[in-house]
């Protein structure tokens, strides 16, 4: 199974950006490579229940991005390091969460509905991000 290591989080004044990285490893075979995953952004406030902001899959060219992160928060990867990226730019006090990736062959099955989180198989640690005013 995928192991995921998620770095990159932090205090940021609103306004802001921080890069949160996703590290994958554990690779069954050397043909494997993130390619072959959906990649899911997660995250929950405090009270509030887990929401999907974010996915992507290469293979099928999907990408979602929810509504409320439209235009400041995008994906990305490198393969050499097997790692994907979500860049959070003009972050706001409501983004302040624990951010989780995620990772899957079937994730981000479609580009207009929001990651399901039974589509990932693999889950990164979280990491907290807080967006001060």
């Known amino acids: 199974e995928v192991q995921l290591v998620e770095s990159g989080g932090g205090l940021v004044q609103a306004g802001g950006s921080l890069r949160l990285s996703c590290a994958a490893s554990?690779?069954?075979?050397?043909?494997?490579?993130?390619?072959?995953?959906?990649i899911g952004w997660f995250r929950q406030a405090p009270g509030k229940e887990r929401e999907g902001v974010s996915c992507?899959?290469?293979?099928?060219?999907?990408?979602y991005y929810e509504d409320s992160v439209k235009g400041r928060f995008t994906i990305s990867s490198d393969n050499a390091k097997n790692t994907w990226y979500l860049q959070m730019n003009n972050l706001n006090p409501e983004d302040t969460a624990v951010y989780y990736c995620?990772?899957?062959?079937?994730?981000?099955?479609?580009?207009?509905?929001?990651?399901?989180?039974?589509?990932?198989?693999?889950w990164g640690q979280g990491i907290q991000v807080t967006v001060s005013s």
């Open positions: 995620a990772a899957g062959p079937e994730g981000c099955s479609t580009g207009y509905l929001p990651p399901l989180p039974e589509d990932f198989g693999s």
């Open positions: 554990g690779f069954t075979s050397d043909a494997d490579s993130i390619d072959d995953y959906g």
């Open positions: 992507s899959n290469s293979e099928d060219g999907n990408e």
